[in-house]
Each structure stands twice: as C-alpha cells, then as structure tokens.
C-alpha cells in the first residue's frame, strides 16, 4: 500500500470566466494559494480554450503549487480533459482523433464526466459506452474521471468506477470548479508532489481518485447561473469572443 505521506494532490479539472466558470483565472489561483494549501498540481481546463491555462501557466514561478496547461475538449463521443497541451484542439472530433490530437502534443488525454447524464454529449453516449468498452481503449485515452465532484447523483461516479475495473485505465478525481468554494472538493492522489511526479503517475498507473460532491452552496450558485446564462440567450445575439481583459488581471 502505497504511503500516505508520499501522495500528492492535484485537481485538474476547474474552469474560469473565459469559458463558463465564475472566477477570474487571477482570482482562481489566489483562492488555491490562500485557502487549499493541500493542492500540489492544477490545471485550468476551459471549455475548448487555452487562454486562461496558458496565462495561468506563465504565473506558476508565483505559486507554491505546480500549474500544468490543459483544456476541456468537446469530441463527437465525451469531454476529454487533454493535460500538457499549449495549442488549440479542434473540437467535434471523434474520441480518438482528439486522444491522438492531445497525444502529438506529449499530452494526457483524460474521459471526463463519462456517466452524467445531463451533460448531453455524454447522454448520447452513455449506452455506448456500457455496451462496448473497448472503444473506450480503443480510442487511446489515457485515464477515466472516476470521481467528478459535480455530479447530482453519485451513483454516476460509482458506475464510473465500476466500469473502469475492467479497463484498467488510470482513475482520475476532479473537481470540476465552476466556482472558488468548489475547488479541491475532488481530487488526484498520486506519488510524490510535482507536475512532473504526476505525470509519471499516469504512465505508471499509479493515480488514485478521491473527493467529496461540491458543497451545497456552490452547486446552488452553479446552478443558478448556469439557469440565469441559459436565459439569457433568448434576449438576442452574443458575442463570444474573449476580451483581454477577461485574462489578464
């Protein structure tokens, strides 16, 4: 059993007012330094953008904590965390073209969220996945979300979990931050404490998964913005473009 005093946490999974989290990537990762001291690695992982990642990544001489670049990417087939990536994914791509996309850049590709339902893209291929598995290993990626702290139910997590003891793929544990208060709330265990130690967790499949469900105050906030965001697109056209200043502090 591996000794509890050598194992590292990191939560790679959290997002920024650059795609559609609350905090600002500056206001993240003071939140990280002043109030989860127990996080070694993290990664912002925006929804199919690097902008705030990269930024993040430029500051980590400032942080006590390693920062790793990464980004949320939208395939055909799931949401795929790719770890290590400094340059655009293309989205709608199968599942195994964006692993292979991650892959070019020497970087972790990671099935998030594979079992919850309400995120549609994973609905739709949520039977697919139970009745064969093997596209999931197939596909090339490296490790399973088997703990994502912003599911409803948590029944989700225990059939992701379930699931991966056949596959044997590296388990991952995130928090899926949309806010500060979410943050750490899952996480990735792993020997040592360095980016670098984690990285090679991954290729030794040596990563554990752990966390609690967001608290109750952040999913109430979560929820309503997301509801708040969802109206709002009824009262005329947007642009989506991201500003400046939206990165930058």
Same mark, same amino acid.
């Given at each position: 059993?591996?000794d509890?005093?050598?194992?590292g946490? &990191?939560?790679?999974?959290?997002?920024?007012?650059?795609?559609?989290?609350l905090?600002s990537?500056?206001?993240?990762?003071?939140f990280? &330094? #002043?109030?989860r001291?127990?996080?070694?690695v993290?990664?912002i992982?925006?929804?199919?953008?690097? #902008?705030? /990642?990269?930024?993040?990544?430029?500051?980590?001489?400032?942080?006590?904590?390693?920062? +790793?670049?990464g980004? %949320?990417?939208s395939?055909?087939?799931?949401?795929? $965390?790719?770890l290590?990536v400094?340059?655009? +994914?293309?989205?709608g791509?199968?599942?195994?073209?964006?692993?292979?996309?991650?892959? %070019?850049?020497?970087?972790i590709?990671?099935l998030a969220?594979?079992?919850?339902?309400?995120?549609?893209?994973?609905?739709?291929?949520?039977?697919?996945?139970l009745?064969?598995?093997?596209?999931l290993?197939?596909?090339?990626?490296? &490790?399973? %979300?088997?703990?994502n702290a912003?599911?409803? $139910?948590?029944?989700?997590?225990?059939?992701a979990?379930?699931?991966n003891?056949?596959?044997?793929?590296?388990?991952?544990g995130?928090?899926d931050a949309?806010?500060l208060?979410? +943050?750490?709330?899952g996480?990735?265990?792993?020997?040592g404490?360095?980016?670098?130690?984690?990285r090679?967790?991954?290729?030794q499949?040596?990563?554990l &998964? %752990?966390?609690?469900?967001?608290?109750?105050?952040?999913?109430?906030?979560a929820?309503?913005?997301?509801?708040?965001?969802?109206?709002?697109r009824? /009262?005329?056209?947007?642009?989506? /473009?991201i500003?400046?200043?939206e990165?930058?502090?």
């Amino acid at each position: 059993m591996q000794d509890e005093q050598r194992l590292g946490r &990191a939560d790679f999974h959290m997002h920024t007012n650059v795609s559609d989290g609350l905090p600002s990537p500056q206001d993240l990762l003071d939140f990280v &330094a #002043e109030h989860r001291p127990d996080l070694d690695v993290i990664a912002i992982t925006d929804h199919d953008c690097l #902008e705030a /990642s990269l930024w993040a990544y430029d500051q980590r001489s400032k942080y006590p904590f390693d920062i +790793i670049p990464g980004m %949320e990417i939208s395939s055909a087939e799931g949401d795929v $965390l790719g770890l290590w990536v400094t340059k655009p +994914i293309q989205i709608g791509m199968s599942l195994a073209d964006t692993a292979a996309a991650v892959h %070019e850049q020497g970087g972790i590709a990671i099935l998030a969220h594979p079992f919850h339902f309400y995120v549609p893209v994973v609905a739709l291929n949520f039977r697919r996945y139970l009745n064969n598995p093997q596209m999931l290993l197939d596909s090339g990626i490296d &490790a399973l %979300e088997t703990h994502n702290a912003s599911t409803f $139910l948590p029944a989700n997590n225990r059939l992701a979990r379930r699931f991966n003891r056949s596959l044997h793929l590296s388990a991952t544990g995130s928090s899926d931050a949309h806010t500060l208060g979410a +943050i750490g709330s899952g996480r990735t265990r792993f020997p040592g404490r360095s980016a670098a130690d984690l990285r090679t967790a991954f290729v030794q499949g040596t990563t554990l &998964a %752990e966390g609690e469900m967001w608290p109750v105050k952040e999913m109430f906030v979560a929820v309503a913005t997301m509801i708040q965001r969802n109206l709002s697109r009824y /009262s005329g056209p947007k642009t989506h /473009s991201i500003q400046p200043q939206e990165v930058m502090p």
